[in-house]
């Protein structure tokens, strides 16, 4: 049984930083790739960011440059190190274990 948790979301001010770590139960994590993706209210859920078992990496555009998706193996955990947000970064952000296991995200609203 595969379990995904996030946590580290909060009300964070716009320019500010958070980091989002996801912790995923199960003796696969260390060959599995995963990810991160957000909703926002009246959106559809779009991808954050991929990070494969080897450590290879990849962003959204609009992510490029200010997001870090980052894993420690022995953790069994991923992480994701968001700089200089913006209001429209607020969303629920969610964890995946890909292909498949989602956690039940966790709320990050950037806002003044």
């Known amino acids: 049984q595969v379990r995904v948790v996030e946590s580290g979301g909060g009300l964070v001010q716009p320019g500010g930083s958070l980091r989002l770590s996801c912790v995923a139960s199960?003796?696969?994590?260390?060959?599995?790739?995963m990810g991160w993706y957000r909703q926002a209210p009246g959106k559809q859920r779009e991808l954050v960011a991929t990070i494969t078992s080897g450590g290879n990496t990849n962003y959204a555009d609009s992510m490029k440059g200010r997001f870090t998706i980052s894993r420690d193996n022995a953790k069994n955990t991923v992480y994701l190190q968001m700089n200089s947000l913006k209001p429209e970064d607020t969303a629920v952000y969610y964890c995946i274990l890909l292909p498949r296991y989602w956690g039940q995200g966790t709320q990050v609203t950037v806002s003044s």
């Open positions: 199960g003796n696969i994590f260390s060959i599995a790739a």
